[in-house]
């Protein structure tokens, strides 16, 4: 049998983060290949990166490049070179807002594709921008499936009580619910849990995904409980650039006393808030734990702090905890936060190892490591997430559930 092959797409405004894997047997996990990002569109030096599994990073520059369809020219002609033999059957794409009733990955079909862009006020920063994938994907692999997975799908599981907004029930009915997002990070998370931790698998953990975007979210046995993230990307936790939880009350004062209209308020809480706003120093954990002024030190002690206190309201919302894991670009690498974040917890059970928490990489197991003592009640982990992998298993899933193998038409 040839080879075919699964392309997984995450687009962003800026960056376009490709993985492209084989399909082996049916049923097996698809193997991966490459992970490409092509960063910077939008700019005169826009680059890609690409790095083969194993294999050394190849950098190109491409000069400037506005849209994800002349991003994906680009990766066609690079992959034309990087792989050929190149027989692409589905490509899988991450999509912030599946809405209130999709609850698993699917095949884009024309209606799909019109109720996702109905759900573009829902996430304005991203779903044009997944949206646009989608079509250009479609254009550069016209006999390809392509495959929609939703972010917000994990959480449509959630009980209901942790669903909604204390208002009128029409506000629920008309979609202003905890949509939740990070999805199929928790997702994977919560696959790799019964190899990991037989006791986290069947009971319940926070886990947080901390990288530019944070969230949290409470998961018992597999199943999702609450998260901390809830109409909009915007809640929860402070992140890079965007405030987190915040008062509604501040939102009606920017607009009365202060005559802010919508669009100023959206560039401030999405923008120039969270640790840049609060630091003055940069959005990047790594220059804030670099720099000396006191305003970055305080700018991540309110992150740990918030941490701590969503983790307690999430483990009441489960009803107790057993454990936690550590995501993301922040939750894997800063051992800093992990160490601010449970030794506050301490009167919780969690005993960290210091030796464990301080060694970081994806050495040994992939990264993924325990980092407290044996004798600690409460296990905490690190486990690197890995949304491209799930991407890639669920639209080979989609394109094997179809059965036909072949291709499918968004117009
Ligand atoms: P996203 O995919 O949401 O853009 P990532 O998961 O890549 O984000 O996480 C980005 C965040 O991870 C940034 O704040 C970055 O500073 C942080 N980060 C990455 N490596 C390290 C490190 N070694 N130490 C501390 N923070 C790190």
Redesign the pocket.
């Known amino acids: 049998m040839s080879a075919r092959h699964v392309l997984t797409i995450n687009a962003g405004s800026a960056t376009l983060k490709f993985g492209l894997y084989e399909a082996g047997r049916p049923g097996a996990e698809p193997a991966q290949g490459w992970r490409i990002t092509i960063d910077r569109l939008g700019t005169d030096a826009a680059e890609l990166v690409a790095t083969p599994v194993g294999g050394e990073r190849i950098r190109r520059t491409l000069g400037a490049r506005s849209h994800a369809a002349d991003a994906l020219g680009d990766l066609l002609d690079f992959l034309a070179q990087a792989a050929p033999g190149l027989a692409v059957a589905v490509v899988s794409h991450r999509v912030v807002h599946g809405g209130p009733d999709l609850r698993a990955p699917l095949a884009v079909e024309p209606a799909l594709l019109e109720a996702l862009r109905g759900f573009e006020p829902l996430a304005p920063l991203h779903q044009p921008h997944n949206i646009a994938g989608i079509e250009a994907a479609h254009a550069a692999f016209p006999d390809a499936m392509q495959v929609a997975c939703f972010d917000t799908a994990f959480h449509r599981g959630q009980p209901k009580v942790n669903d909604v907004y204390a208002l009128p029930p029409s506000f629920y009915d008309e979609g202003v619910r905890r949509y939740g997002f990070h999805g199929l990070s928790y997702e994977y998370i919560a696959a790799r849990l019964p190899a990991v931790s037989p006791r986290l698998a069947a009971g319940r953990v926070v886990v947080a995904h901390?990288?530019?975007?944070a969230s949290m979210c409470a998961i018992d046995a597999g199943r999702p409980v609450s998260s901390s993230m809830g109409f909009s990307a915007l809640d929860g936790l402070p992140m890079?650039t965007r405030c987190g939880q915040i008062d509604p009350g501040v939102l009606l004062w920017l607009m009365q006393a202060r005559g802010l209209d919508a669009d100023a308020i959206s560039r401030l809480l999405y923008h120039r808030s969270g640790l840049a706003g609060m630091s003055g120093v940069g959005?990047?954990?790594?220059?804030l734990?670099a720099s000396g002024e006191p305003a970055a030190a305080f700018a991540i002690e309110h992150f740990t702090t918030r941490i701590r206190r969503e983790t307690g309201a999430l483990a009441a919302s489960a009803g107790g905890i057993d454990g936690m894991v550590f995501t993301?670009?922040?939750g894997e690498?800063?051992a800093r936060?992990r160490t601010d974040v449970l030794s506050g917890l301490r009167w919780l059970g969690f005993e960290l190892d210091e030796a464990a928490n301080a060694g970081?990489g994806r050495n040994g197991d992939g990264g993924i490591r325990r980092i407290t003592t044996d004798g600690s009640a409460l296990e905490a982990w690190v486990i690197p997430t890995d949304e491209e992998s799930m991407l890639a298993r669920h639209g080979l899933a989609v394109l094997e559930a179809a059965g036909d193998g072949n291709g499918r038409r968004v117009e």
């Not at 901390?210 to 975007?213: E, F, Q």
């Not at 959005?283 to 220059?287: E, I, Q, S, V």
């Open positions: 901390l990288g530019s975007g890079g959005a990047d954990m790594r220059t734990e993301a670009g922040i690498n800063s936060v970081g």
